[in-house]
Nanobody
Framework: QVQLVESGGGSAQAGGSLRLSCAASEVMYRSYCMGWFRQAPGKQREWVAD???????EYTGSVLGRFTISKENAKNTLDLQMDSLKPEDTATYYC???????????????????WGQGTQVTVSS
């Protein structure tokens, strides 16, 4: 069973950068999609970005041009490079994977059947 563990969260000033990493316990080729979600205090969890098994990426509009999702299958890692951070990026960030032989990426949580425990990101103005 694939397990996901996030790291790299922390605090940053507005305009700064952070890099999140997600370590997968098994080879990532079993995942047809991997993504990042976030949940701010008092808000619902929202999709941030995803990458499919061919390396195609998608981003929510509020992070487009500032965040970059990438994965390295050989190391079983998924990263999220976050630049030009804004206070509204403050949230708990979750790594997620859709594990199986068939599937496509989407913005919906039901696409993903494996989740990490989350890592906190705080951006101050």
């Amino acid at each position: 069973q694939v397990q996901l563990v996030e790291s790299g969260g922390g605090s940053a000033q507005a305009g700064g950068s952070l890099r999140l990493s997600c370590a997968a316990s098994e080879v990532m080729y079993r995942s047809y999609c991997m993504g990042w979600f976030r949940q701010a205090p008092g808000k619902q969890r929202e999709w941030v970005a995803d990458i499919d098994d061919r390396g195609n990426t998608e981003y929510t509009g509020s992070v487009l041009g500032r965040f970059t999702i990438s994965k390295e299958n050989a190391k079983n890692t998924l990263d999220l490079q976050m630049d030009s951070l804004k206070p509204e990026d403050t949230a708990t960030y979750y790594c997620a994977a859709g594990v199986g032989s068939v599937g496509t990426c989407s913005t919906f949580e039901r696409t993903y059947n494996t989740w990490g425990q989350g890592t906190q990101v705080t951006v101050s103005s």
